[in-house]
């Protein structure tokens, strides 16, 4: 069993945001390189009805639009997930896309030395009628679920370039916990 490694405390990296964004920023490393191998006819075709007509590029926006929404949500007073610009170029360009990447990788390596138990304001809206509401947070706990979401929707896009026939890295897609209980499956044998 995997014994999880406090946060909160401590010195060091244990005490930033290092733990969070530093994988964080890797996992956009790595959707860059999986953006880059495709065309944009490829980046922007609708998937069919198993994946909602859904495109590789909305995918990716969507998940670069959370990332965004920390690093500039910080400096803005709230973070805000659910303001979303949709039909950008970063939704329709590989290359616009990769940019992104690389540009927001960089914001997370910034925040790396920040201190993880920072207290934030994040805005939801958790109806359909629209109306946001204003939750208490930290930046610790809002880099972990940018990581797991970015993690589900990376799956999503491997499914989707795997039905156009890209080959894709082994890992990526995959959850962290996943990966580590394979490898510890592995050494078992």
Same mark, same amino acid.
């Given at each position: 069993?995997?014994?999880?490694?406090? &946060?909160?405390?401590? &010195?060091?990296?244990?005490?930033?945001?290092?733990?969070?964004?530093?994988?964080?920023?890797?996992?956009? %490393?790595?959707?860059?390189?999986?953006v880059c191998g495709l065309e944009d006819h490829e980046y922007t075709r609708p998937m069919g009805?198993?994946?909602? %007509?859904?495109?590789?590029?909305?995918?990716? *926006?969507?998940?670069? %639009?959370?990332?965004?929404? +920390? &690093?500039?949500?910080?400096?803005?007073?709230?973070?805000?997930? %659910?303001?979303?610009?949709?039909?950008?170029?970063?939704?329709r360009s590989a290359a616009a896309a990769a940019a992104e990447c690389e540009s927001l990788a960089?914001?997370? *390596?910034?925040?790396?030395?920040?201190?993880?138990?920072?207290?934030? *304001?994040?805005?939801? +809206? @958790?109806?359909?009628?629209?109306? @946001?509401?204003?939750?208490?947070? &930290?930046?610790?706990?809002?880099?972990?679920?940018?990581?797991?979401?970015?993690?589900?929707?990376?799956?999503? +896009?491997?499914?989707?370039?795997?039905?156009?026939?890209? @080959?894709?890295?082994?890992?990526?897609?995959?959850? @962290?916990?996943?990966?580590?209980?394979?490898?510890?499956?592995?050494?078992? *044998?």
């Amino acid at each position: 069993m995997f014994a999880p490694r406090e &946060t909160m405390v401590g &010195t060091g990296a244990q005490s930033t945001c290092e733990c969070l964004a530093a994988p964080l920023a890797e996992m956009l %490393d790595e959707l860059r390189r999986v953006v880059c191998g495709l065309e944009d006819h490829e980046y922007t075709r609708p998937m069919g009805p198993v994946f909602l %007509d859904a495109t590789i590029g909305g995918h990716v *926006r969507h998940c670069l %639009d959370h990332v965004r929404a +920390i &690093t500039e949500g910080l400096s803005a007073g709230a973070i805000d997930y %659910d303001h979303r610009e949709r039909g950008t170029s970063i939704e329709r360009s590989a290359a616009a896309a990769a940019a992104e990447c690389e540009s927001l990788a960089a914001s997370l *390596r910034a925040l790396m030395p920040v201190e993880a138990a920072r207290g934030v *304001r994040v805005s939801v +809206i @958790p109806r359909r009628d629209g109306e @946001p509401v204003a939750l208490g947070s &930290t930046l610790a706990r809002e880099l972990a679920f940018v990581l797991s979401h970015t993690v589900h929707h990376n799956a999503m +896009i491997r499914g989707m370039a795997t039905s156009l026939g890209r @080959p894709l890295p082994g890992a990526f897609g995959y959850a @962290p916990s996943t990966l580590a209980h394979q490898d510890a499956t592995a050494c078992a *044998r």
